[in-house]
Nanobody, 117 residues
Framework: QVQLVESGGGDVQPGGSLRLSCVAS????????MGWYRQAPGKQRELVAR???????DYADSVKGRFTISRDNAKTTVYLQMNSLKPEDTAVYYC???????????WGKGTLVTVSS
């Protein structure tokens, strides 16, 4: 079992920045891919950014150049730095851990990001 706890969401104006954090209950980064997903009202959950067990990264086209995913192994924390935020980035953001071998998924409870003027 892996527990994930997100933080860092909030209200921000368009063009602003936020940094989301996801703390894992144990050091799993070498055997799990970590990802940030989001779900806007009335829409399906979508992958925003992912960092593999080998630290390679992938991003949704909609956030490339604006968002950066990173991790701190010592703090068992994954971050999502979000810059140049747009109203369409408004969503609940979820942290996800996917086991490399079994592909088991674990989810945090989410943190709300609202981008509005």
């Amino acid at each position: 079992q892996v527990q994930l706890v997100e933080s860092g969401g909030g209200d921000v104006q368009p063009g602003g920045s936020l940094r989301l954090s996801c703390v894992a209950s144990r050091n799993i980064f070498s055997i799990y891919a970590m990802g940030w997903y989001r779900q806007a009202p009335g829409k399906q959950r979508e992958l925003v950014a992912r960092i593999s067990s080998s630290a390679s990264t992938d991003y949704a086209d909609s956030v490339k150049g604006r968002f950066t995913i990173s991790r701190d192994n010592a703090k068992t924390t994954v971050y999502l730095q979000m810059n140049s935020l747009k109203p369409e980035d408004t969503a609940v953001y979820y942290c996800n851990a996917e086991a490399v071998i079994t592909h088991a998924h674990y989810w945090g409870k989410g943190t709300l990001v609202t981008v509005s003027s």
